[in-house]
């Protein structure tokens, strides 16, 4: 037995390439700069954004600041009336899909619709990586927001009368 997965022996090669730095917020905000997405930083600290019309935050928790959210809030909201069938749409969407976790929240009697992906990045990440990161946290995210419009009920849509 070679030891645990992830323990090198002495003699095996090392890697080569970008080597994994800290994740850092000014770090996220260069990644958004360099693809030209206009952002800003919030009261929180958080780097907010919007994408298709859907309010965005890249926030970075941890301990040691080593966690990367991207959550994601879906433009439209639902009458309370909506509730049931919203929860149906967001469990089967959590039962069926490893990320993002979605889920549901009451903004002053109207139901808004959120989505989450995390990553753990305690051993840092290179620029790449990052970029990757950011990229599926918006993009499973928005995939959530289409699968919630297109799976509603049509007396529970945004656009039922």
Do not use: C
């Not at 965005?56 to 600041?65: A, D, K, P, Q, T």
């Not at 969407?93 to 139901?111: C, H, Q, S, T």
């Not at 297109?150 to 007396?155: E, G, K």
């Amino acid at each position: 037995m070679r030891g645990l997965p992830f323990r090198r022996r002495a003699d095996e090669p090392q890697a080569s390439g970008p080597v994994p730095i800290p994740l850092t917020r000014a770090r996220i905000a260069a990644y958004l700069d360099s693809e030209g997405y206009k952002h800003v930083m919030d009261d929180d600290g958080d780097l907010a954004a919007s994408w298709n019309g859907n309010p965005f935050w890249l926030i970075v928790s941890g301990e040691r600041e080593e966690v990367l959210q991207v959550r994601g809030r879906w433009a439209t909201t639902l009458p309370l009336a909506a509730r049931a069938s919203l929860l149906h749409v967001i469990n089967g969407w959590n039962r069926d899909r490893f990320w993002p976790k979605a889920y549901v929240r009451d903004e002053g009697g109207l139901l808004a619709v959120y989505g989450e992906w995390s990553i753990d990045l305690a051993h840092g990440v290179t620029d790449e990586q990052l970029g990757r990161s950011v990229l599926t946290g918006l993009a499973t995210t928005l995939q959530l927001f289409e699968h919630v419009a297109a799976t509603l009920p049509p007396s529970d849509s945004p656009d039922a009368d």
